[in-house]
C-alpha cells in the first residue's frame, strides 16, 4: 500500500491513536485511586479553610477527622440538582455549601460559609477552575478570596440580586472589586454566586420548613 | 552524521534550546520563581522530549509525510498526558501552580521543532540523547533563573528559608512574577550568548 494513499493514512492514523489512547488510559487507571485521593484532600482541605478549621497534621485522614467533628452535612434538595450543606456543630453558628457553574472556560466549584440568618459572606473559597493562569485563575488566591470574608449581602430573599462586584451592599459599606484583567470570569463568578444562593436559600428555606412542620407534630 | 558526544553537548550548549534557539520561553517565565516547580517541569520536558523524539523517529519512515505534524503533535501529546498524570497523583501541590504549562508542553517549540529537525531525519539511538540534551539545555537555563529568583523573591530556596538572605535583603516581589524572569533570562542570555557566540567566532 503507497504511504500517501488515503486508505494508508487512514489506517495509520487509526493505529497511532489507538496505541496512544490506550497508553494515557493504562497510566490513568494504574493512577486512578492515587489521583482521586488527592482530590478529596484538596476539597477537604478547601473546605476546612472556609470553616476556619486548624489541622496542624496535614493528612488525609485528619482532615476526615477534623471535617466529621466539626461539621454536620446535608443534602439540600427542592431547588433543582441536590446541593451539598455543611453546618457548624460547635459555635460560631455558621452553614456553608458547594456551589458550582459555569465560568469563563470551564466549571469553577467552591464552597460558601455564611451566617445563619443568611445575611453575610463569613467566607468563599474556590474548590476547582481552569481559568486563564495569572489572570481568571487568580480567583484561587487568598488575597482575592479573602476580600470575602465578613461580607454582607445585598439580600437574603431568593430571586433578588445578592452580590455585586464593585458595589456595597449598604451605602458607604465595603465593595470587592472584579479582578483586573478577568472581567469574564468575574463576571461567571458573580453571576455563580447570585444563582447559586439563589438556589441553596430556597433550599435552605424548604428544609427548615419540613424541620419544622416536623418538628410541630411530635 | 555528528557523534552522540557532540549531539548530547550541543543539545546543552552551542545548540542550546532557550540561549542559542531561543524557544520554550513561556514556560522559562512562567516557572522560574520556585525551584520545586522548576524542577518538576525540567523532569516532564525531558522525558517529553527524549521519549517522542524515540518514537517519532522509530517510525519516521512509516509515517506519511503530509500527516507528519499531526502524528508528531499526537505523540508528543501522548507522553505530555502522561508526565501530567503522575504529577497530578505525586505531587498534587506542585501539580496546582504548574499544571496548566505542563499542558503547554505540547506546544512547546522546543519539542516540536526537535521532532520535526532532527527525530524525522535520525536514528533512534541519536534521536533519544537529542531529546535528552535538549531537555537538558532548558533545564540547566531554568534552573539557574530559579535558584536565583526564589531567594530573591521568596527568601527561600526549596521552600526552606534562608535565614541569611532574610537579615540583610528585603524579599524582592518583582523576581516572583513573569517580569523578573524576563531580566533574569536576558541577562543569561546575553552572558551566554558572548562567551557560547564568542568562542566559536574565535
Not at chain 2, 33 to 50: R, V, W
Request: contains cysteine; proline residues 4%; aromatic residues 8%.
Amino acid at each position: 500500500m503507497k504511504k500517501n494513499s488515503p486508505l494508508y493514512i487512514v489506517l495509520f492514523m487509526m493505529i497511532v491513536t489507538l496505541v496512544c489512547g490506550a497508553a494515557i488510559a493504562y497510566v490513568q487507571s494504574t493512577m486512578k485511586e492515587t489521583l482521586a485521593a488527592n482530590a478529596r484532600l484538596a476539597r477537604n482541605r478547601t473546605i476546612a479553610s472556609a470553616f476556619n478549621l486548624t489541622v496542624t497534621d496535614q493528612t488525609a485522614a485528619a482532615y476526615d477527622n477534623i471535617l466529621a467533628e466539626n461539621l454536620t452535612t446535608d443534602t439540600l434538595t427542592g431547588a433543582g440538582a441536590p446541593i451539598e450543606m455543611f453546618t457548624t456543630k460547635k459555635t460560631p453558628a455558621s452553614v456553608g455549601f458547594i456551589f458550582s457553574g459555569m465560568g469563563f472556560w470551564d466549571y469553577i466549584s467552591g464552597i460558601m460559609v455564611l451566617s445563619p440568618d443568611l445575611s453575610e459572606i463569613r467566607s468563599l473559597r474556590i474548590i476547582e477552575q481552569k481559568e486563564t493562569p495569572g489572570l481568571g485563575a487568580r480567583i484561587t488566591e487568598k488575597s482575592f478570596t479573602d476580600l470575602f470574608a465578613d461580607f454582607p449581602l445585598r439580600s437574603a430573599t431568593a430571586g433578588q440580586l445578592h452580590f455585586k462586584f464593585g458595589e456595597p451592599a449598604a451605602e458607604n459599606g465595603r465593595k470587592i472589586d472584579a479582578l483586573t484583567g478577568a472581567t469574564q470570569t468575574s463576571l461567571a463568578l458573580e453571576r455563580i454566586i447570585n444563582s447559586e444562593l439563589d438556589r441553596f436559600i430556597t433550599a435552605y428555606a424548604k428544609s427548615r420548613n419540613r424541620n419544622t412542620v416536623s418538628g410541630s407534630g411530635e | 552524521m555528528p557523534s552522540i558526544k557532540t549531539i548530547f553537548f550541543d543539545g546543552i550548549g552551542k545548540n542550546n534550546p532557550i540561549f542559542i534557539q531561543v524557544l520554550g520561553i513561556c514556560s522559562t517565565l512562567a516557572v522560574t520563581n520556585l525551584l520545586a516547580n522548576t524542577l518538576f517541569m525540567c523532569a516532564g520536558l525531558i522525558f517529553s522530549t527524549a521519549m517522542s523524539s524515540l518514537i517519532i523517529s522509530l517510525i519516521r519512515n512509516l509515517i506519511p509525510a503530509r500527516i507528519r505534524m499531526i502524528v508528531q503533535v499526537l505523540i508528543i501529546a501522548t507522553f505530555v498526558m502522561m508526565v501530567d498524570i503522575v504529577i497530578s497523583a505525586t505531587a498534587p501541590d506542585i501539580h496546582k501552580f504548574i499544571g496548566p504549562y505542563i499542558g503547554l508542553i505540547i506546544t512547546n517549540c522546543i519539542i516540536m521543532g526537535r521532532a520535526e529537525a532532527f527525530a524525522m531525519q535520525n536514528k533512534p539511538i541519536p534521536s533519544f540523547i537529542d531529546g535528552i540534551a535538549m531537555g537538558l539545555g532548558y533545564s540547566m537555563v531554568l534552573i539557574v533563573i530559579a535558584v536565583i529568583r526564589e531567594p530573591l523573591g521568596f527568601g527561600t530556596i526549596l521552600g526552606h528559608t534562608l535565614p541569611a538572605i532574610n537579615v540583610w535583603w528585603h524579599q524582592w516581589t518583582i523576581m516572583v512574577m513573569a517580569p523578573g524572569a524576563f531580566f533574569m533570562l536576558g541577562l543569561l542570555s546575553w552572558i551566554a550568548r558572548l562567551y557560547l557566540l564568542g568562542k566559536e567566532k574565535k
